[in-house]
Structures are given as structure tokens and as C-alpha cells.
């Protein structure tokens, strides 16, 4: 149809094989972000081409979070999400492997998953045309068998796009639309050590109960997640009423944990924690909660050491880059999926340990329903912040106007013996500043080399290649 | 417990009309709750209307096919409600906060509630009760969130006159279209 036009073509027959986008590079987008001066430009927030280039730099880039292995423990079981705009169905394959597949018939385009989820799948059949896929993306036969008598039709080379790497880490499977991107451990380097305070403070592993929760917010993605990276600054403000609600108090991080608190960034994913052990759980509600973290931090200490073993329950957020956020503590664990550049999917899950008590895993699920999704006291208060933090940028004149990313510039604090940059205090932007150094370094390079031996890299990476 | 009281039991295709007299009562009750949900009178409505037993539950809808035998919800997983009388009180008191951002200032409230099937059950002070509701909010300048959905609701007549001890809120949408749920249903 396209004649010698298209290169690599299928001597006159479709070449489907998987096409998988070539990143570009955007100097004019990276330098938006002026990590001189603490300053962010709001065209972040608002504009289109951004928005569009966000989706090729970073979305069709990084390792993107896609499930818990505990959501699909049998062959066949699945689920539909997605990586960036793009709409992806994870299944269980026969032998214990996970895949990864665009949602979309090679013929004509359409969905072939229409669910969100299902359990001991056969396969994928497409409504429009009845084109019938294996659990393995593999087309395994078409309706009507108007196919069968065409000799010109190659179905072997036919199947939906996989994903070009997937893989897991401690039961939370990831995956990348790029080829050339390092393994999912580079990709995390060191920031596996945060992770593991919720992910390995037990030997039972963990898993997600009770489903998901999805909603819309008119928000660009970025707002949601920086403010997980880093920013506990808000919940004075923003979520006083749902503290006084739960805690009959405000939110206190206690002024004796002032010297333990700190911010760590790499790669631009961000951990930032008071290290006051059951801050964030006791909001949930629940004193079993809190008598349960106590004792699972004591007994986590031969696993995680003292100070992360006191992060389990404490005042303290997390987002893995780009999209990927949770909360230790209160085990909110969530996405925040671009829908254009003024509105978010947001999915949340609930985190436990798989071997804690039932009535534990229940409380879990009713905690974060009362604070961390849509009617939660907490997350109640956040929508609107990042609603009118965008939305106030279709005034051409406002979205002129600077954006202050200043708090804790000289706070440093590269003796500390902890992986990453780290800086002292959690109340800091330093976590949001390396956040968007990240998003600058995804918008200016068109390779990996770079990508990974930039500023946000962990310091004692670059130490090492200084030797 | 009887069935009618059981949160993840719906209702039998029940068919057991009341005399109009408690017809009439039930539909007045029905309508002033949805008026102080409107006013934002949130501890009168605790205080007036919710029974000390009260279950109140709202799951999460999902998508799935038609011969999943999950179906579209189950109870003891995701849900936007999953209330006691304890969960009820802890929003409330967060409303009751002059720093609940989200509601100040004022989001505007319209509660419609319609398609009202008052039934007898086996326990003569126990009412089953279906109806469909649209739910309006409106604040700022423009920002709308409108949500229908059905309710199976379970009234208790006592001394000081009808208690909700039991809701079932059914929505209509998956994703939930709104950036938040600063209401009842």
C-alpha cells in the first residue's frame, strides 16, 4: 500500500513486527527547569508540545509500574492499565512469567481487553472483527475463516505489540516500551534500599488487597507526583482538618525527630521520612495498626537495620520517576496516569504483608479507604490543590510567572551514610528539585549513557567513575 | 442476622408492600435526609437519621465481563465506603473543620432522590427500601460533579421515629469522575 515509501517493508505484504518509538531531544523543554536558581517554568503544566514530548522522552522511556504479582497469581488471570496513554494488558502466562501487551488489534485498532480485570483467561478476542489472541499476544485464529484460504496471510507474524522489557522487583512488575532502556535494577540503582522498607521489611513478601480505586483529577501528572517525592510540607496545611478529625491534633512531626529526618533522591526517584516510626499509621486510625508496625519495626530491625526499620510506619512519602507514588505507613500505593497535560488517571492500591493477620489486611483496606482515596479524609483536600495549581495556567500572563522550588537549598548532606543524594529535614524541596532535574535530563537526551551518569545520579556512583 | 440486615446480600426481588400510612412516613424521611445532605447539616444527619448499628457501603464498581462470577462488585474489596458509626464519625468531624479546604468555601449540594419501593420485611420494624438518586455538587465558578446511582437502604422504626441501619450505594460510573467525594449518598 505504501509502496518502496516504507522502509524495512513486507515485500508487498504488512510488516508487522513491533515499532517501538526512537526518543528525541528536547534542550529547549529541559532548560524550562533552572536548577541554578531553585526555579520551575509553569509550561511544565500547560503546554501541549511539553506534554506530547513528556510522552515520548519519558513515558515511552522508563521503567513504568504495572502491577503486583499478587493480582494475577494464575496463568491466564489479568489486567488492563496502562504506560503513559497507552492502554496495556498484563497476563499470567502458562509458566509462571508475566507479559505485557498494547491493547490493540493489529488489524483495525481496536481494544481487544474491554475489562479491567479477569481471572484464568483464555485469551483476547477483538469485538470488531472477532481476531482471536493467546494469553502469548499470539494471533491464534480469525472469525469466519475467510483467512485460512488466503494463502498471502502470514498469521505466525502476527500478535499484539509486547512491551520490550518487563520484569519485577520484590512483586512489583515494571515495564519499558524501550529496547536500549538498562535493566529495572539500573533504572532503580540504589533507591531499592527505600523501597525495601515497605517491599522487604518482612520475610512474607507483600501483596495488594482489595482491588483498585480509579478517578479523574484535572491535574497535570507532575503535581501529584512531586508531591509525593518530597513535599510533607503541605500536610500541615492541606490536610490539618482530616489530623484533627482522626488524631484530635494537627499534624505533628515532633520536633525530636528533627535530626533523624531526611530527604534521598536518585535518579530522580525520591524518599523522604521522619523516621518517627508510626506518624503516617496513626492516621489511619486504627491503634491495632500502630501496635502492629511497632512490633513489625522491632522485629525488622535484623532485616532493614535501626533506621529503616523506624521508616516502616513514619511520616514519609515516596514516588518512584516518573508516575509511580506510595506511602510507607499508610500503604497507599498509587499511579498517577497522564490523560493529557491538565488531567490525571488516578489508580490506588492498598499494600500488606502477606503474612500479617487477616484483620490486619482489613484494617489496611478500610485505613487507606478513610484517608487515601477519593472520599478519604486526607486525599479529600489534595484534588482541588492540584486542580487550580494547573488550571491557573491558562492565563497567559500567569504562566509567565516563575515557580519557587527554593526550600533547603544549602541543606546537604553527603556525610550521611545513606545511598543517594541526601539532604537533612524532610520539610525540603530538595527531592522536588532532583525530581525535575530528572524530567530535564529525560527532555535533553536521546541516550542511556547519558541518562544515567547525569546529576540525578546516586553521588557515590559518580565517585566511583571519578577514581 | 437477619438476611435483610446482611451488608454483602442484596435485597430478594422483594414484593411486600406497606400500609400507605408508613409508605408516606418512609418517603418523608427519605426526603428531609437528602435536605440536610443539601444544607451540609452533617451531625444532625449522624445524630438523627444513622442508627447505632449503621453499615454504610459504597464499593468501587469495576468493569468486568458478563460471565466473570465476581461481577461488578464484591464485598471486602475496594470500596469508597465501607462505614460504622466510628468511619461516619470521623468524616463528619472532618467537615466540621473550618480548615476542610476542599469544602470551604462552600461546595453547593442537590440531593434528587427518586424511584422509592418501600417493603415490609419479616421483622416488623425493619423497612426495605430502594431508591435512585442523582447527587449534585457545585462549587466555585464552575467545577460540577454529578453522580446516579441506586441505594438499598434498610430503616429501623424505634421510639423517636425511622434510623438508617443499613445502605448499599450503587454508582454508575468506573472510574469515578470527580477529583473527590465531599458528600453522603
Not at chain 1, 504562566?399 to 537533612?424: F, N, V
Not at chain 2, 419501593?117 to 421483622?123: F, S
Request: hydrophobic residues 35%.
Amino acid at each position: 500500500m505504501c509502496g518502496t515509501a516504507c522502509s524495512g517493508g513486507g515485500q508487498g505484504r504488512p510488516n508487522m513486527k513491533p515499532v517501538y518509538p526512537k526518543a528525541g531531544s528536547y534542550p529547549e523543554f529541559a532548560r524550562l527547569v533552572d536548577r541554578e536558581n531553585a526555579q520551575v517554568d509553569r509550561r511544565l503544566f500547560s503546554d501541549e508540545a511539553i506534554y506530547q514530548a513528556e510522552l515520548q522522552q519519558i513515558f515511552a522511556r522508563a521503567w513504568l509500574f504495572l502491577a503486583h504479582e499478587s493480582q494475577i497469581p494464575n496463568a491466564g488471570d489479568f489486567l488492563r492499565t496502562s504506560m503513559g496513554e497507552d492502554d496495556v494488558i498484563v497476563v499470567r502466562q502458562r509458566d509462571g512469567s508475566v507479559r505485557a501487551f498494547l491493547n490493540s488489534c493489529p488489524h483495525r485498532g481496536n481494544r481487544v481487553c474491554m475489562v479491567d480485570k479477569g481471572a484464568k483467561s483464555r485469551g483476547f478476542i477483538c469485538n470488531y472483527h472477532g481476531w482471536s489472541f493467546g494469553i502469548d499476544g499470539r494471533l491464534r485464529g480469525t472469525d469466519g475463516k475467510v483467512y485460512d484460504t488466503d494463502t498471502a496471510f502470514e498469521k505466525a507474524q502476527i500478535t499484539l505489540t509486547p512491551v520490550a522489557q518487563i520484569d519485577s522487583y520484590k512483586g512489583l512488575i515494571f515495564a519499558t516500551f524501550d529496547l536500549a532502556a538498562p535493566s529495572l535494577a539500573d533504572f532503580l540503582g540504589p533507591f531499592t534500599f527505600y523501597l525495601d522498607v515497605m517491599l522487604d521489611n518482612d520475610e512474607g513478601g507483600t501483596e495488594f488487597v482489595g482491588g483498585a480505586i480509579r478517578s479523574h483529577i484535572d491535574c497535570n501528572w507532575k503535581f501529584p507526583a512531586e508531591n509525593f517525592v518530597g513535599d510533607i510540607l503541605h500536610a500541615f496545611w492541606s490536610h490539618q482538618s482530616g489530623a484533627k478529625a482522626i488524631l484530635g491534633g494537627g499534624v505533628d512531626l515532633g520536633s525530636r525527630y528533627d535530626e533523624l529526618a531526611f530527604q534521598a533522591s536518585v535518579y530522580g526517584h525520591g524518599f523522604e521520612t521522619n523516621l518517627d516510626k508510626v506518624g503516617n499509621t496513626r492516621t489511619l486510625g486504627y491503634p491495632e495498626l500502630v501496635d502492629y508496625v511497632f512490633d513489625l519495626s522491632e522485629k525488622a530491625e535484623k532485616r532493614l537495620g535501626s533506621i529503616r526499620a523506624r521508616a516502616i510506619g513514619a511520616i514519609s512519602s515516596c514516588t518512584v520517576f516518573p508516575n509511580f507514588s506510595f506511602l510507607p505507613g499508610q500503604n497507599t500505593f498509587r499511579v498517577w496516569h497522564p490523560r493529557g497535560p491538565g488531567k490525571i488517571e488516578l489508580v490506588v492500591w492498598t499494600l500488606v504483608n502477606r503474612n500479617a493477620p487477616e484483620h490486619i489486611k482489613e484494617l489496611y483496606r478500610k485505613g487507606v479507604m478513610m484517608t487515601f482515596s477519593p472520599g478519604g479524609i486526607f486525599e479529600m483536600d489534595d484534588g482541588e490543590n492540584w486542580e487550580y495549581s494547573t488550571r491557573v495556567n491558562q492565563g497567559f500572563v500567569t504562566r509567565q510567572q516563575p515557580l519557587h522550588y527554593g526550600l533547603g537549598i544549602d541543606s546537604a548532606d553527603p556525610d550521611r551514610e545513606l545511598p543517594g543524594h541526601i539532604h537533612k529535614g524532610s520539610l525540603n524541596d530538595a527531592n522536588q528539585r532532583l525530581f525535575y532535574t530528572r524530567w530535564s535530563e529525560f527532555m535533553e537526551s536521546d541516550n542511556w549513557t547519558d541518562l544515567q551518569n547525569g546529576v540525578t545520579a546516586p553521588p557515590q556512583k559518580n565517585a566511583q567513575a571519578a577514581e | 442476622m437477619l438476611d435483610v440486615l446482611e451488608i454483602s446480600k442484596a435485597f430478594d426481588d422483594v414484593d411486600r408492600a406497606v400500609d400507605p400510612g408508613t409508605e408516606r412516613a418512609i418517603e418523608r424521611w427519605l426526603h428531609r435526609e437528602a435536605r440536610l445532605l443539601d444544607g451540609e447539616r452533617y451531625q444532625e444527619w449522624l445524630e438523627t437519621c444513622i442508627d447505632a448499628d449503621i453499615h454504610y457501603w459504597m464499593p468501587d464498581m469495576e468493569t468486568r465481563r458478563r460471565d466473570d462470577p465476581r461481577g461488578t462488585y464484591a464485598y471486602g474489596e475496594a470500596a469508597y465506603f465501607d462505614d460504622r458509626l466510628n468511619e461516619l464519625s470521623v468524616r463528619v468531624r472532618r467537615y466540621n473543620e473550618p480548615s476542610a479546604w476542599a469544602d470551604n468555601p462552600a461546595t453547593r449540594h442537590a440531593h434528587l432522590i427518586s424511584n422509592i419501593e418501600v417493603n415490609a420485611t419479616d421483622d416488623p420494624d425493619l423497612f426495605a427500601v430502594f431508591s435512585a438518586f442523582t447527587n449534585v455538587r457545585n462549587r466555585n465558578e464552575a467545577d460540577q460533579d454529578i453522580i446516579h446511582g441506586r441505594r438499598e437502604d434498610v430503616l429501623r422504626r424505634g421510639a423517636d421515629g425511622f434510623r438508617l441501619v443499613r445502605r448499599r450505594v450503587f454508582i454508575v460510573q468506573n472510574i469515578l469522575l470527580s477529583k473527590n467525594l465531599n458528600t453522603f449518598f
